[in-house]
């Protein structure tokens, strides 16, 4: 079974400090993995989205990471500000299926 | 610039009562829409998706059903709700464009049933 996990479940990180989150997912090979962010109580806001012959992609402070070969992706948040307190999902496509597998997420907390 | 819309915000249900979500596009044109549902604490579990008008897949079984009535219109559904029901259900779009479509998604509904 196709599978995707995150870690870590949660983090708690000071303002203006780094960050990475892990994403390893189980299959290969697949279309493309995305990385979402997710407020309380709201709906997934994309971040990046790599296809499987990328390495990298970023969005502002946001940097996604992927080595095909240990079947891993990261997600570094540089000078994280408060409201980058979000859940942080790691999202794959599986070649040939429209189906999305998503990870449970990872609950980030940014203090003051 | 494209819209999704999902209402209610929230809702309260006994066991066995009916339950209708209704999603609704604005901005595109024969999207892709999906319904999800994320139990506390876990991932995303696809529900439905559409490809069209009146075209539903689903993709667990369970006591909930799906229609698209118009293009751009996605309906989730139940006729007698369960206590396992309880969850936040979320509506997405998306235009396939090769291997890199993205899905958007809509602010959700909460769902608890009692």
């Known amino acids: 079974k196709n599978q995707v996990e995150q870690s870590p479940q949660s983090l708690i990180i000071l303002e203006g400090k780094n960050c990475t989150l892990q994403?390893?997912?189980?299959?290969?090979?697949?279309?493309?993995l995305r990385w979402y962010k997710q407020d309380t109580g709201r709906g997934p806001v994309s971040l990046t989205i790599?296809?499987?012959?990328?390495n990298t992609k970023s969005n502002g402070r946001y940097t996604a990471t992927l080595d095909a070969d240990t079947k891993q992706s990261s997600l570094h948040i540089t000078a994280s500000q408060l409201s980058d307190s979000a859940s942080y999902i790691c999202?794959?496509?599986?070649?040939?299926?429209?189906?999305?597998?998503f990870g449970s997420g990872t609950r980030l907390q940014v203090q003051p | 610039s494209q819209t999704i819309h999902q209402w209610p915000a929230t809702l309260v249900q006994p066991v066995g009562s009916p339950l209708s979500l209704e999603c609704t596009v604005e901005?595109?044109?024969?999207?892709?829409l999906y319904w999800y549902r994320q139990a506390a604490g876990r991932g995303l579990q696809l529900l439905f998706y559409?490809?069209?008008?009146?075209?539903i897949s689903s993709e667990v079984p369970q006591n909930l059903s799906a229609s698209r009535p118009q293009d751009r219109q996605f309906i989730l559904s139940s006729k007698k709700l369960l206590l396992s029901d309880s969850g936040f259900y979320l509506c997405?779009?998306?235009?396939?464009?090769?291997?890199?479509?993205?899905?958007?998604f809509g602010p959700g509904t909460r769902l608890t049933v009692l």
């Open positions: 997405a779009w998306s235009l396939v464009k090769g291997l890199t479509d993205t899905q958007y």
């Open positions: 994403c390893n997912y189980t299959v290969s090979p697949f279309s493309n």
């Open positions: 790599m296809t499987f012959s990328e």
């Open positions: 999202v794959v496509r599986w070649t040939g299926r429209r189906a999305l597998t």
């Open positions: 901005g595109t044109s024969n999207p892709n």
């Open positions: 559409s490809v069209g008008i009146g075209q």
